[in-house]
């Protein structure tokens, strides 16, 4: 509430949606009610919204419904997940929930092994190196030493991503996410509004959501992700803009491979050109478009449920000049992508400074 000075939560918050995989974490339920219940604001109407990985980024698209279909002034959406008291053999069987059951769960295949398949795949198609999936790597650390927030904070060399132990060839250590608490929120409202709430608002401009075939074995391709296309193409249509226009990005990098893969369903290059752009340098933090300024899910964190709003709650920072020693300059349009699964549920939304 801090950064909306003028709100008043129990007078002025209508609706909560809170993005939530996992109640077998905590052995919890009906997260929207009981969140909303901590939080002192009920009797408002509260959901969990549950996509996987991308439950906030879909609980931030269910609060864009609730504005502009009229039935909302002013809502909060936001995500919650508390991981790191389970062990990590318990912590990898439930996200693997969000896997195909008869074909990939029950075969004993886990997210580190799915996404070494698209990684194998992009390696044989396009020539993608283990090279360059290790500089995602090194790129999201560096930015993470300058979040204070972040899980982890410190750089590492591109030497330690190579010689980190395999988990699931070609994914080592370090092209791996880590298992992480967090929570994230924000204030959603009309655009006239805004002002009376904050003096730096930040607009959303458009929002994409599509779903795909949970099962890979289903798919035409493992080099792209097809749902995470469907709703880029929503959101820059919705926008108004073409790829090139996107100034910062948060994308969704649970394992290095998915933020090589995430340039190219973007847009932002060629498929098959990701390795080669990260290896340049232009998605780095002074590159022609910073990508996961925050340390992504690789170093900021990767807190299941919360992931997606803590995407836009980075980009809202970036776009009022609040990112501290990360800052980029005059960043105007910043975009998001938020993962469920593998590749399953997508959602892209896009931002513009007042």
Not at 100 to 112: A, K, R, S, V, Y
Not at 144 to 169: D, M, V, Y
Not at 176 to 181: Q, Y
Request: proline share 5%; net charge negative.
């Amino acid at each position: 509430y801090e950064r909306c000075p003028n709100l008043d939560p129990k007078r002025d918050i209508q609706a909560l949606f809170i993005g939530h995989m996992g109640e077998s974490y905590e052995h919890q339920g009906h997260t929207g009610a009981t969140v909303a219940d901590w939080a002192g604001l009920l009797p408002i109407p509260a959901v969990r919204v549950e996509a996987a990985c991308s439950s906030s980024g879909v609980a931030l698209r269910m609060g864009i419904y609730a504005i502009m279909s009229g039935l909302c002034d002013v809502v909060m959406v936001g995500g919650v997940e508390k991981m790191t008291h389970r062990s990590t053999p318990e912590v990898t069987e439930f996200l693997a929930m969000a896997s195909d059951f008869p074909f990939e769960q029950w075969n004993g295949l886990t997210f580190p092994g799915l996404y070494a398949l698209m990684a194998t795949a992009h390696m044989h198609k396009y020539g993608t190196t283990e090279e360059q999936l290790a500089h995602v790597a090194v790129k999201n650390h560096y930015n993470g030493s300058l979040n204070p927030k972040a899980h982890f904070q410190k750089e590492i060399t591109l030497e330690k991503a190579l010689t980190s132990r395999i988990i699931a060839w070609p994914l080592k250590l370090f092209d791996c996410s880590p298992i992480t608490d967090g929570a994230s929120c924000l204030i959603l409202t009309k655009p006239e509004l805004a002002k009376k709430f904050t003096d730096t608002p930040v607009h959303i401009i458009g929002s994409g959501h599509a779903c795909d075939a949970i099962g890979v074995y289903e798919r035409e391709e493992l080099t792209s992700l097809r749902a995470a296309k469907l709703a880029a193409q929503q959101a820059y249509k919705m926008a108004g803009i073409k790829p090139e226009d996107v100034d910062i990005a948060e994308v969704h990098d649970c394992f290095t491979i998915a933020e090589i893969m995430a340039y190219e369903d973007l847009g932002f290059c060629k498929p098959g050109e990701g390795g080669s752009l990260v290896e340049s340098g232009e998605t780095s933090l002074k590159g022609r478009l910073p990508v996961n300024t925050s340390g992504g899910l690789k170093a900021k964190g990767h807190p299941v449920g919360a992931t997606g709003t803590a995407q836009a709650y980075e980009i809202y920072l970036q776009l009022t000049g609040q990112a501290g020693r990360r800052q980029v300059d005059d960043a105007e349009i910043g975009l998001s992508h938020n993962v469920g699964g593998s590749g399953v549920t997508a959602t892209v939304h896009i931002y513009r400074r007042d």
